[in-house]
């Protein structure tokens, strides 16, 4: 299940001589993301270099990948029973579904048993739980980021599920407390 196209999400599909390290793998992909980083013509209006690279690296990975690997899903749908997928765009935007990408979260169970995945929601808790309103330049839509940062935060202290994000340092598992403008992030071991 991949939450976006960024590189460091997606470069481990392939070995360096651009195999399928699992070739009897599903990868199970967000529908807008795929559809915005696939568009050839958002491609050739990319202008700066982070773009191109990012638009090039997704051809990479998924330019030539069998039908029969590759699932496309709309976030917010139950991808199997107890494993839903949670849209939170703006670490990669999804304003029009089907033509931005989408950065998507993951979430198994419910209530305080229940796990979810934060992929790029936060990179290091400490500063940007913290200080929700922090973007990194990674954030294509910083605004939208922003805000469903400060709701996902909110809804895992009323939930107290167990969360965990793709960059958090060891150990990556806890849960999201209220502190002043922002949240703390409790590992729990
Ligand atoms: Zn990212």
Redesign the pocket.
Known sequence: MIS?F?G??IHGLRNKAGDFVFPKARVLVPAPEYAFWMDDGKARAATDECSKGLFANARRVFGGMPEAMLQRFEPGTELLPGLRSVPAYG??PGHTPGQTPGHTLFEAGRGPQSFLYLA?LTNVPELFARNPDWAVS?DMDAAAARRVRREVFAKLVASRAVAGGFHFPFPAFGRIEAAGNGYAFKPLA
Do not use: A, G, L, P
Request: charged share 25%.
């Open positions: 976006h960024h460091d999400h670490h990669t790029d990674f």
